[in-house]
């Protein structure tokens, strides 16, 4: 009879523990899927060593089996999955090769023309384009549009039609010659006619040439010059445009002092961001949407690798399997600001990349 007992208390007790064990066990669960455990994947820009996955928990945080660590994974790397990420490849842009210029067109631009690629959100035009030395582009107008250079290598110089030539001073928002890390902006509003001229013997320039749609129009014209350093570019991604903290109702007085919404950038006349990294390889940035600078909450974000290293750079985004290749682009939908976005280089030489974010 004792024995019995004893049998059936051992019994209730192993039922009790298993029990005990499942809620805990589905509680750990749960609590290891919620905000207050975060999965970190850190990886090392200086040395050899594979990226290391680190757990961060409360101090009272019970152990987690490595059986459980591929799912946690799986599941916090999907914090994007409400995105929708649509490859653009470099072979589905537009093509010009005029002699002194070589151009792809992301967007329906010139004599090329697709109905699906005409805008998005308010970015209108992304060429990459190379000009060989001694040749560009002439005298020309622009009207009620935003439009900014950014120089990746040689030379192009910037003159505005109302400066003669051999009256140029110095460097000025009316002349510039720019170089790598230069950004050039116009504010074409109600009308500006300026020139883009590789003055260079030798080198041929390769730059970016984005336009995008401003708020309103019958802008009062303007020009803006900023460079951004490399080094600060290997660190994370630099804001390089950001939204006239004034808005769309800005008074005259500040238009003329020009201030962005992020300090250090150029003011745009939109609710747009625009950013650029260079990342190593094997090495992961990451993109706030909106960078605490955007009016509208629903973004669209689009990601642009040039063509820089003979192909051997290489991305993915928000650690989907998809890789991206030179002159590819990438349109990300449905991300509202304050999401985050993963940019990570898995190319055999560093990734620059550049980031339009917009309404």
Do not use: C
Not at 41 to 50: A, D, E, H, K, V
């Amino acid at each position: 009879m004792k024995r019995l007992i004893l049998t059936l208390s051992i019994l209730v007790a192993s039922v009790s523990i298993i029990i005990y064990n499942s809620h805990s066990i589905k509680k750990l669960l749960q609590e290891l899927l919620s905000e207050q455990y975060q999965l970190d994947i850190i990886t090392s820009q200086n040395t050899n060593l594979s990226p290391t996955t680190h757990l961060t928990t409360t101090p009272t945080s019970p152990i987690v089996s490595l059986e459980h660590m591929s799912s946690i994974k799986s599941a916090m790397s999907k914090a994007l999955s409400h995105a929708k990420i649509t490859p653009h490849r470099s072979a589905t842009r537009g093509h010009s090769d005029h002699g002194w210029l070589n151009t792809y067109h992301s967007f329906s631009f010139a004599d090329w023309f697709n109905p699906n690629l005409t805008h998005f959100g308010s970015l209108r035009v992304l060429n990459e384009d190379r000009v060989k030395p001694n040749s560009g582009f002439p005298t020309h107008p622009h009207r009620d549009f935003e439009i900014f250079s950014y120089i990746i290598s040689g030379e192009l110089t910037h003159r505005d039609s109302m400066l003669k030539k051999g009256a140029e001073g110095g460097q000025s928002d009316k002349f510039y010659r720019m170089h790598r890390g230069d950004v050039q902006f116009t504010t074409g509003g109600t009308g500006i006619a300026h020139s883009e001229y590789n003055e260079h013997n030798k080198d041929t320039v390769h730059f970016l040439q984005i336009w995008a749609i401003p708020w309103k129009r019958g802008l009062t014209p303007r020009y803006h010059t900023r460079h951004f350093d490399d080094e600060q570019k290997r660190q994370g991604f630099v804001p390089i445009l950001s939204p006239l903290k004034a808005g769309p109702d800005a008074t005259h007085q500040q238009e003329q002092v020009a201030e962005p919404t992020i300090e250090g950038t150029i003011p745009i006349h939109a609710d747009f961001v625009m950013s650029a990294g260079i990342i190593a390889p094997q090495t992961k940035f990451e993109w706030m949407v909106g960078a605490n600078a955007a009016e509208n909450p629903k973004r669209k974000v689009y990601i642009h690798l040039p063509m820089t290293k003979g192909g051997k750079a290489k991305i993915r985004l928000d650690g989907r399997e998809e890789v991206y290749n030179e002159g590819d682009g990438a349109f990300i939908d449905d991300v509202r600001a304050g999401d985050k976005i993963s940019v990570e280089s898995v190319g055999e030489a560093e990734a620059e990349v550049v980031l339009l974010d917009t309404a």
